[in-house]
């Protein structure tokens, strides 16, 4: 049976690179978790997203054209297209919660568009609905509202925090989870996968060929003791969180590989990032689009096996 999903807030379709990951995976039938997305089917039919870059990006991967409109211009989500809908996932701005964001919360007009997901629950109630936000969310007006939506139209819920280094992943990017479901069986824990992978699987060493990934020296002296500066060599590194700001900000937005014999301090490429992020390799090659917006993009974007955890979670009946 398909599971018909809108991803809400898509951006570069986190989600969508789930489904794609695991169902290529699914034939191998590797797990429990595996079976239940083979079995389900699900799919993203429709994918909404103010910005208008990340269209041809996320048609050339998932193979739709998200529709670039504000959420908050929506009707209806089930306008948005013309099959019916199983399952809502959104990731909205998370600004309105974070320190650098001022945590203005219900008086940031970018927190208007969860606003009008909130009054479109009750009206839609789509079967399944995910969200994805920073921790500070957690406890935020717009979370006491969302729950008490949900739990007025009937939903279980389940919340969740969780980083990919709890799936063996080297890459810190601690997020609050929010799973809601009409009936079915209880939405289960997340099993913590204690194997660890290597940061060396996940970095491509013909990127120090690449100059325009390295960081001045002047810069690094200025800003050493700040920067989140990882020895390649190190085997048991995990990087920083890396966000939207990697490339524009040399503090507090990711990290960066010093290598003693080149005596260079450089940044991660996009597809070393999209990688850790569990995305397919090379995932911004061939894409015509700056290094700035795939640095933009990635660091909005979701940590796909835990998504994909989630997503197992939301479909196990
Ligand atoms: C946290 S990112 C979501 C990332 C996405 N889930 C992914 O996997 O890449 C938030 C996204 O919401 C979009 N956005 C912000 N405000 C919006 C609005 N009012 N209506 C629609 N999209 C909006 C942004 O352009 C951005 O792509």
Redesign the pocket.
């Known amino acids: 049976m398909q599971i018909r999903i809108a991803?809400?807030?898509?951006?570069?379709?986190?989600?969508?690179?789930a489904i794609h990951l695991r169902s290529q995976s699914a034939s191998k039938d590797d797990g429990k978790i595996v079976s239940e997305l083979s079995r389900w089917h699900p799919k993203v039919v429709t994918a909404?997203?103010?910005?208008r870059s990340?269209a041809s990006l996320y048609q050339h991967h998932h193979g739709i054209s998200p529709r670039c409109?504000?959420?908050?211009?929506l009707q209806r989500v089930a306008e948005a297209s013309s099959e019916q809908l199983d399952m809502w996932?959104?990731?909205?701005?998370?600004q309105p919660y974070t320190i650098r964001g001022s945590q203005r919360g219900n008086h940031d007009s970018?927190s208007?568009?969860l606003a009008?997901i909130l009054t479109l629950i009750p009206l839609e109630k789509p079967r399944m609905i995910g969200l994805?936000?920073v921790p500070a969310f957690e406890g935020s007006q717009h979370h006491q509202q969302l729950k008490q939506t949900l739990h007025d139209a009937d939903y279980q819920i389940q919340e969740y925090t969780l980083c990919p280094t709890e799936l063996g992943i080297p890459m810190r990017r601690k997020r609050f989870y929010l799973l809601a479901k009409q009936g079915g069986k209880r939405l289960a824990d997340i099993s913590i996968n204690q194997q660890h992978r290597k940061l060396k699987e996940f970095i491509d060493e013909a990127c120090w060929e690449d100059k325009t990934l390295h960081v001045p020296l002047e810069d690094v002296r200025l800003y050493e003791k700040a920067m989140n500066i990882i020895d390649a060599q190190d085997s048991d590194a995990i990087t920083a969180c890396f966000t939207?700001a990697y490339r524009k900000s040399p503090i507090r937005s990711g990290s960066y590989l010093h290598c003693s014999t080149r005596r260079a301090v450089r940044r991660f490429s996009p597809n070393e990032i999209a990688r850790l992020m569990g995305f397919r390799n090379d995932f911004f090659s061939k894409m015509n689009m700056s290094q700035r917006s795939q640095y933009r993009?990635?660091g909005?974007?979701?940590a796909v096996p835990v998504?994909y955890d989630l997503l197992s979670v939301l479909l196990a009946d």
């Open positions: 991803d809400l807030f898509c951006g570069i379709g986190g989600i969508a690179e909404i997203d103010i910005d990340v409109s504000t959420i908050e211009s996932w959104m990731s909205p701005p998370c970018r208007h568009a009008r994805e936000n939207s993009l990635i909005n974007s979701l998504v």
